[in-house]
């Protein structure tokens, strides 16, 4: 199968996709029947307590796992119906992903980090390098290439993080809590850098967040209660967002 590089105006289409796990003979719905779409270039926060299904949700835009039924379009990939190789190769070549725990090899320093995923489809030596350097200058880390993890600050450790999801050039940029292991100063940052992402370079970007400060950043917010998307819309003020949150917490 080949993988599309052309990416359409809707770089994501969820239709009625629902996800179930079986544990000890009882099943286990994380969400029902969510349809959404998901537009280039845009910044979308996914917001809601614990065990609302918000991980989960973002597996499956992912192509890590496919839905238990309905249907999602990643570019022009069914996900549902590819192989399990296929979707591996879909997350390779068109997904970039971030960690709260940012998932740096310690032993590594940061342009080989960096070059990590391009060595490990193919790439030459010579042209992971080059493109590890470009991506981690546009983070702000082109002084940095020979350090490892652990002589960087936490938020620098991040910034490595998002230069080894968008060295891919991907399609769709994935965050689950990118900020969560960060002070407010350096969360503001990482925010404003996946902002620049999305706008700048017209690549989708999808945060699952518990930080009110990052969803207000977004462009859009969806909201997940019990497995159901209970608000899809823009995220409005700080204190609008708390209201919301709680309205729906409270229902």
């Avoid at 917001?47 to 022009?76: A, R």
Wanted: with cysteine.
């Amino acid at each position: 199968m080949i993988i599309p590089v052309h990416s359409p105006e809707k770089i994501i289409r969820a239709d009625s996709i629902s996800k179930v796990f079986v544990h000890q003979g009882v099943e286990i719905w994380p969400f029902k029947n969510v349809t959404l779409e998901i537009r280039r270039g845009e910044m979308l926060a996914i917001m809601g307590p614990s065990g609302s299904g918000k991980s989960s949700l973002l597996h499956i835009l992912g192509g890590i796992e496919p839905p238990s039924s309905g249907d999602i379009w990643i570019e022009d990939c069914n996900v549902a119906k590819l192989t399990d190789r296929d979707r591996t190769l879909l997350r390779r070549r068109r997904i970039g992903f971030i960690f709260q725990s940012f998932n740096l090899v310690p032993t590594l320093n940061v342009s080989e980090n960096v070059e990590l995923p391009l060595i490990l489809d193919g790439v030459t030596a010579r042209d992971a390098a080059s493109r590890a350097q470009a991506s981690l200058h546009r983070v702000g880390l082109a002084e940095r290439l020979r350090h490892l993890p652990s002589q960087l600050s936490g938020g620098e450790q991040q910034r490595v993080a998002i230069a080894r999801a968008l060295v891919i050039n991907p399609a769709l940029v994935l965050a689950d809590e990118p900020t969560g292991n960060l002070d407010s100063a350096r969360g503001r940052d990482i925010t404003r850098l996946l902002r620049e992402v999305a706008h700048e370079s017209h690549q989708t970007v999808v945060v699952v967040t518990h930080d009110i400060r990052v969803a207000s950043e977004a462009d859009r917010l969806i909201v997940l209660l019990d497995g159901r998307v209970t608000y899809d819309g823009p995220p409005g003020t700080d204190a609008e967002l708390v209201a919301a949150l709680k309205q729906e917490v409270d229902r």
